[in-house]
C-alpha cells in the first residue's frame, strides 16, 4: 500500500469516527490532518517526516478549534419562568414539570413543600437537566 492511499485512509477513517464517537471534533482535526498528509506524502516520501507533519498539524488544528468551541457558562433561563406541573412532587423528591412547553425533571427548592399535580410553580433554576422550582403562592 502506497503512503499517500495509507494517509487517506485513516484520514477518512478518523473523520467517520467523529460521527459515531463525538469528541468535540477531535478526532476530525486529526482526520483532516492525515487528509492533508496523504497530500504532501505524494512530495515527500519519508514516513517519519509526515508523521511529524501529521503530528503538527493535529495539534496546530486542535489548538484552534478551542476558540470555536464555546466555554461552559452556567445555562440562563428564558424570560418564561412559570412552568405547572405534570405530576405531584413529594417533599425532598423529584417530579415532572411542563416547561416552555416541554416536559421537564424538577425538585422543588423547599425541602418540606409538597407540591400537587398541575399546580402553578416558579423555576429559580436549573441542575443540569433538572429545574429547580419552588410553589408560586410560597414566594408571593
Known amino acids: 500500500m502506497s503512503l499517500p492511499l495509507f494517509w487517506f485512509i485513516v484520514g477518512a477513517v478518523l473523520c467517520l469516527m467523529e460521527l459515531f464517537l463525538p469528541t ?3 478526532e476530525a482535526t486529526f482526520g483532516v490532518s492525515a487528509l492533508i498528509v496523504s497530500a504532501i506524502a505524494l512530495l ?3 514516513f517519519g517526516v509526515q508523521v511529524c507533519i501529521w503530528l503538527v498539524l493535529s495539534v496546530l488544528f486542535t489548538w484552534g478549534l ?14 418564561a419562568t412559570e412552568a405547572r406541573t405534570l405530576t405531584a412532587i ?3 423528591k423529584a ?5 416552555e412547553g416541554n416536559s421537564w425533571q424538577a425538585r422543588c427548592e423547599d425541602q418540606d413543600a409538597l407540591i400537587g399535580a398541575d399546580e402553578l410553580v416558579i423555576v429559580t433554576g436549573r ?3 433538572t429545574l429547580l422550582i419552588m410553589p408560586e403562592h410560597s414566594i408571593q
Open 95 to 99: 417530579g415532572r414539570v411542563l416547561y
Open 44 to 46: 515527500i516520501p519519508q
Open 127 to 129: 441542575r443540569g437537566n
Open 24 to 26: 468535540a471534533f477531535v
Open 90 to 92: 413529594a417533599p425532598g
Open 66 to 79: 478551542k476558540r470555536f468551541v464555546p466555554k461552559h457558562t452556567p445555562y440562563i433561563l428564558a424570560d
